[in-house]
């Protein structure tokens, strides 16, 4: 799942894009609307403080703040080094600025087009990046697949929490960090095809790269989304020897 930023200075610009993205994503898992400023150095400091990785950007050249949509740009990809950016403008006036700054823009989306052409535009931009960031994914290690449905999803691995049982034969809970999914297969199937899963028992595996602390006295998994898993006393053994 990759997170959608928007910075737009002016607010009925800024709830315009909001209302499209929005609209977009409903029925779309590859995206989630993640955070939305008319203030550059608060959308950065986001950016930074959560180390975001393969964001897609729309961001305002004109911000009317000492930092410009292209200082912004530079500056969350040097955080984002695989960030997809998206220049929302009412003009062309800053193409030479950024060949000069060497910025790679995805595109360019006019804010005075018409509401219609605006929402093509924007649209058209981010089905774009979704593309570029799932090509970036190039080993299938990097990438978790299930079928939901009719559906086939492919989300970066950083984004899977733990797979638990359901209690009902081949029926499986995957927890993500925006959501969860109930899928079919085994938890033995997915172990042997993932190496990033930790089989803590028989029910739940755990991305092991997701972990963020491990609480012994208390027995608890604290996860990078800061929800946590028990576990048993027997089991302390065998986390301590895997986790170090």
């Not at 989306?109 to 052409?117: G, S, Y």
């Not at 990097?142 to 492919?154: E, H, L, N």
């Not at 929490?161 to 081949?170: A, D, F, I, R, Y």
């Not at 997915?190 to 930790?198: I, P």
Request: charged share 30%.
């Amino acid at each position: 799942m990759f997170p959608i930023f928007i910075c737009e200075d002016s607010k009925e610009q800024l709830d315009r894009l909001i209302t499209i993205v929005k609209y977009y994503i409903m029925d779309r898992d590859n995206y989630y609307l993640e955070k939305v400023s008319t203030n550059p150095e608060k959308l950065l400091s986001y950016v930074e403080d959560k180390s975001i990785k393969k964001g897609i950007y729309l961001l305002d050249v004109n911000l009317n703040h000492h930092l410009t949509g292209i200082d912004l740009a530079e500056k969350i990809r040097k955080q984002d080094p695989h960030a997809k950016i998206i220049f929302i403008t009412g003009h062309d006036e800053s193409m030479p600025e950024m060949l000069k700054r060497n910025i790679e823009v995805l595109g360019f989306v006019q804010k005075n087009d018409e509401l219609d052409i605006l929402r093509k535009n924007v649209l058209q931009a981010i089905s774009a990046a979704n593309e570029r960031l799932i090509s970036t994914l190039t080993e299938d290690k990097d990438i978790f697949t299930f079928s939901f449905g009719a559906k086939t999803f492919r989300f970066d691995f950083k984004d899977v929490l733990s797979v638990e049982t359901t209690g009902k034969s081949h029926q499986l809970i995957i927890y993500l960090t925006n959501g969860q999914y109930e899928i079919r297969g085994t938890l033995s199937e997915l172990e042997k095809k993932y190496a990033q899963f930790f089989r803590l028992n028989r029910s739940v595996l755990i991305n092991h790269h997701n972990v963020v602390r491990i609480n012994y006295s208390q027995r608890i998994i604290i996860m990078r989304d800061g929800t946590t898993i028990f576990f048993t006393k027997h089991q302390t053994k065998k986390l301590k020897k895997y986790f170090g």
